[in-house]
C-alpha cells in the first residue's frame, strides 16, 4: 500500500512561510492524484491543493495565490511551499493520495471526503499573529 509522511511543519510569524513535505513509498507506477488538506481545531477538514499525474494542478480559493503544490517525482515527495501566512493557516496539514484520475477539483471541494484512498497524519502549522 502506499504510505506517506508529512513533515516541515513549525511554528511562525505572520508574514513568514514554510514549506511541508510528503514522502510517497509503495507507488508502483500508473495514474494518481495527490493532494493537502488541513483541520483546524474545532472546524471541518478543507482541502487545499492538489495535483494529478496530468500535471493538472488546483487550489482553494482561500489559497490567493500564497501556496505552491509540488512533485518531485524523483524522490517521490509532495511539497506545499505556503508564503504570506496568516494566522489562519494554523491548523493541522495533511497529505493524501489516490491511484487512478479523480476530478481533484472536487476532491479539494469536499476537503478530501472523497477519492483519497491514502493518508498521511499530518504535520502541524502554527501561524502567530
Known amino acids: 500500500p502506499v504510505q506517506l509522511v508529512e513533515s516541515g511543519g513549525g511554528s511562525v510569524q505572520a508574514g513568514g512561510s514554510l514549506r511541508l513535505s510528503c514522502a510517497a513509498s509503495?507507488?508502483?507506477?500508473?495514474?494518481?492524484?495527490m493532494g493537502w488538506f488541513r483541520q483546524a481545531p474545532g472546524k471541518e477538514r478543507e482541502g487545499v491543493a492538489a495535483?494529478?499525474?496530468?500535471?493538472?494542478?488546483t487550489y482553494a480559493d482561500f489559497v490567493e495565490g500564497r501556496f505552491t503544490i509540488d512533485l518531485d517525482n524523483a524522490n517521490s515527495t509532495l511539497y506545499l511551499q505556503m508564503t504570506s501566512l496568516k494566522p489562519e493557516d494554523t491548523a493541522t496539514y495533511y497529505c493524501?493520495?489516490?491511484?487512478?484520475?479523480?476530478?481533484?477539483?472536487?476532491?479539494?471541494?469536499?476537503?478530501?471526503?472523497?477519492?483519497?484512498?491514502?493518508w498521511g497524519k499530518g504535520t502541524l502549522v502554527n501561524i502567530s499573529s
Open positions: 493524501a493520495a489516490v491511484l487512478g484520475l479523480v476530478d481533484i477539483a472536487w476532491v479539494v471541494s469536499t476537503g478530501g471526503a472523497y477519492g483519497m484512498d491514502y
Open positions: 509503495g507507488y508502483s507506477g500508473g495514474t494518481y492524484c
Open positions: 495535483l494529478d499525474s496530468t500535471g493538472t494542478t
